[in-house]
Each structure stands twice: as structure tokens, then as C-alpha cells.
């Protein structure tokens, strides 16, 4: 009688690579596919920002200079903060479903996923930020004195970096309430301590120094640049180069903390 080898009949485990650009382009196209029947989450990503800057504009309808001091603020956190919501509760649905799963049973890793939730998010995202830029400079008259690009490029930042926030605390989530919960935990504290309100030199010191590591302090800051300078400044280098590493830092996590399934 003849022996069978050893490696008859088993399942290896198959190596993936840490990012594959066909597999992340996989899965941000299968993203957008599944977005595409869904209307609703669609209009809450390119719409309600768009309204809340109308909103806002005829709120201080009798004061446009207020407008032009926290419309250009605004108009970064408004994207920030939808992202985050839309793409927390879309990646814990993944996992509730039992979709992850599936999914990383393949050959696909972590940081494809991720990678590809945050390219498909990023496209979503740039459409949302050139809508409410535009709409905010030329249609709201927001008073800018330098280019609108560099507002635009401080936006789509900031709806990138609230895409890798949400795919971050979905994974401490265990449904999609406990995911709407962490918003006031990652994204409140960071709206009272990013100087939209004071500025933050004016904060008690030790809240002054929490919002030295707040990376929508930057994102206001960044802002605010673009609001009173022509040209492109340190400052204003500066606070894009901290927010695009704390976008990467947290997919980074993101990738690492990435659960299967629901526990």
C-alpha cells in the first residue's frame, strides 16, 4: 500500500502580501457598488454638508463677516464629520453581516481592506468637499483671500482624515448605535478644542495642550490660512502635512486593529 503525502488534503494558509493594488482597487470598486444602490447614504455624504453651509450662511444673513470667519472653519469640519459617520457604520455592517469575514477568508489583508474602504470613501469624498467649496465660494460668497484650491485641498483632507477615523472605531464598535456613539467621544472634543469657537491661545494650558495633539486643530488652523493669506504659507504646510499623517496614522491602525467579525 502506497502512502498519500503529507501535504494531501490540507489548506495552507495563503500568504498575502501586506497592500496589492488589484485587490484594493477590488474592494474600493465593490464599495461603490454597494453605494450606488443606496441613495440615502449618497445623499447624506454630498448633500447635508452642502445644507448645513446654506444653513449656515442665512443664519448670519445680517453679519456676512461672521460667515467668512467660521464658513471656511466649517467647511472642513462639516466633511470630517459625515465621513466618519457614513464610514464607521458602513464597515461595521461588513462585519455584522458576516461580509469581512468572507472577505478575509480570501486572499485579501487587512490593509487592502482598508485600504480599498479608504480609496472608495476618498473618491466619495472629493466629490463632496469640490461640492461644498464651490458652493461656498461661489455661490455663498465666502470671502477667501487665498485660492479656493487650498481650501479645497484642506477639505478633501479632512474628509479623508474622518474615513480613517471611522474605520478605526468600527472596530471597538459592537452595532451601528455603539458606532454613532463614539462621535461624541473622538469628534466633539476635538470641535470645542479646535479653536472654532476661541482661539486656542486663549484655552486654559492644559486644554491648550490637548489641543496641540488634535489633528482638527490643524485642520481649523489650515483654514484659517487660506482665509487671511494669498499664498501658500509654512503654516499652512504645515498643518496639511500633520493632517495627511494623522489620516495615514490612523488607517495604519486601523489595518491593525481590524476584526473578523463582531465579538
Sequence with gaps: MTTQPATTGTTAAIPVSALNLSRTTATAARVLR?????????ALLLLIPCLMLVLLRYVFDGSPHTFDNIGASLLGIFPLITMFLVTSIATLRERTSGT???LLAMPLGKADLIAGYALAFGILAIIQSALATGLAVWFLGLDVTGSPWLLLLVALLDALLGTALGLFVSAFAASEFQAVQFMPAVIFP?????GLFT????MHPALEAVSDVLPMSYAVDGMNEVLHHTDM???FGRDVLI????ALLVLALGAATLRRRTA
Aim: one cysteine or more; hydrophobic letters at 30%; a positive charge.
Design 233 to 235: 504659507t509654512a503654516t
Design 190 to 194: 476635538q470641535l470645542l478644542l479646535c
Design 243 to 246: 493632517v495627511a499623517g494623522c
Design 34 to 42: 454597494q453605494l450606488r444602490h443606496d441613495p440615502r447614504t449618497i
Design 100 to 102: 469581512l469575514e468572507r
Design 199 to 202: 482661539p486656542r491661545s486663549e
